[in-house]
């Protein structure tokens, strides 16, 4: 617990014992007695440790704050730090700061929300690029100088500028157009003051832009979304799209779109209605009916016309879809490719019917020997396969039919 401060010299001790930041923060609730910062002052102006906890002290009377500053040397840098960014510190003083050597003690200036236009006037000029960079994050600095800083040669400047809460809806305007694509990503992302420029930005239907719209972090209005699902830019649109549920006519678009990428991707979406999973199976690129073979949530009269087509391809995707039914999957035990009837023999959800037709109706004992060395538990063997499979010249597919 921190001990109560009733004298100057309870403070100095528990400035020496705890530091001047711990003690800063441990006054805040309830405030020290003027009496005592007064005093501080009076016996010890010439030490640095106590004058830089008066110059840190946001509850400082201003007088105090003003009498520091106006007699402080410019060599004194942490005590002028304290004071730049010090709420009690009055206006005279913070604008003799503007004027101080140093660019960390400007730099604090800089974000100070208690400077008056004239300081602010005199700072969005500064040599030092990350002190206009803080002034531009100020919350208090005047629209008219949002705008000066708008054309600020540098790039982190103008970054900085972006990310106001109340940035300006005509300098977001300014700045999202900057041949500087940092300056206007930046922009895009952080805007969020004026839904109508968003919608601005979404109907203009220039890619880059649409694309950092999708980008950012909070969710876009309604209106917004829609004018990006249904952008002319193929990969915005399906940006948009994924993810969400899908509208018939947005399935259909994308179904009967001459770009294949714009079918792939609708191809990979789930609960897609069995009529566009017709569509999608007979089309004409084998990569959407790659896609849709191995869709897990593919209807079994689709996966059962895609198992009987030629397309070896989709047919092997299907094999190894983990959510291929049973129906299918006897199916693909008859396929007359036994690499096709081997993806199937390798999986680990089969049933005793599988195994019957991969072991028994196949022309060849290929994949048989596959399910021999796999160690399989099956007995119910056909007399000729039985035969064949005895007299093989592996142990282990002869001890299987043992």
Request: charged share 25%; with cysteine.
């Amino acid at each position: 617990m921190v001990q109560e401060i009733e004298t100057c010299e309870d403070l100095v001790a528990q400035i020496d014992e705890l530091g001047v930041e711990a003690t800063v923060r441990a006054h805040r609730k309830p405030p020290l007695l003027t009496r005592i910062l007064r005093d501080l002052y009076d016996l010890y102006h010439d030490q640095d440790r106590y004058l830089s906890f008066l110059a840190h002290y946001p509850l400082i009377p201003s007088d105090l704050a003003e009498q520091i500053a106006s007699s402080l040397n410019p060599e004194k840098v942490d005590i002028a730090i304290g004071l730049a960014g010090n709420p009690r510190c009055p206006q005279q003083s913070l604008q003799r700061l503007t004027q101080h050597p140093q660019v960390a003690v400007r730099h604090a200036l800089a974000a100070n929300p208690n400077l008056t236009p004239k300081e602010f006037q005199t700072l969005v000029t500064d040599e030092n690029e990350f002190v206009r960079a803080t002034l531009a994050q100020n919350s208090a600095l005047p629209n008219p100088l949002q705008f000066l800083l708008a054309d600020d040669a540098s790039s982190a400047v103008r970054i900085a500028l972006s990310e106001r809460k109340n940035l300006d809806t005509d300098v977001a305007v300014h700045l999202a157009n900057s041949d500087d694509s940092l300056v206007s990503a930046a922009t895009i992302l952080n805007f969020s003051s004026d839904e109508e420029l968003l919608q601005l930005w979404a109907d203009q239907n220039k890619q880059h832009q649409q694309l950092l719209l999708l980008r950012r972090n909070k969710a876009l209005p309604a209106p917004v979304s829609a004018a990006l699902r249904t952008s002319p830019h193929a990969f915005v649109s399906r940006t948009a799209l994924k993810g969400s549920e899908l509208s018939g006519p947005e399935m259909l678009y994308l179904a009967e779109s001459e770009d294949s990428r714009d079918r792939i991707f609708l191809a990979e979406q789930a609960d897609l209605p069995a009529s566009i999973q017709r569509l999608l199976a007979q089309d004409t690129s084998p990569r959407v009916r790659r896609r849709l073979a191995g869709n897990h949530a593919i209807h079994e009269a689709i996966a059962l016309h895609i198992a009987a087509s030629n397309d070896l391809n989709a047919i092997r995707t299907l094999a190894k879809n983990r959510a291929t039914s049973d129906a299918t999957l006897s199916e693909l035990c008859q396929h007359p490719d036994d690499d096709i009837a081997l993806l199937v023999a390798y999986r680990d959800d089969l049933a005793s019917d599988h195994y019957d037709l991969l072991i028994n109706h196949r022309e060849s004992l290929v994949v048989a020997e596959h399910l021999a060395y796999q160690e399989i538990n099956y007995d119910r063997f056909r007399e000729k396969v039985a035969q064949q499979l005895a007299i093989h010249p592996a142990p282990s597919v002869r001890a299987f039919v043992a």
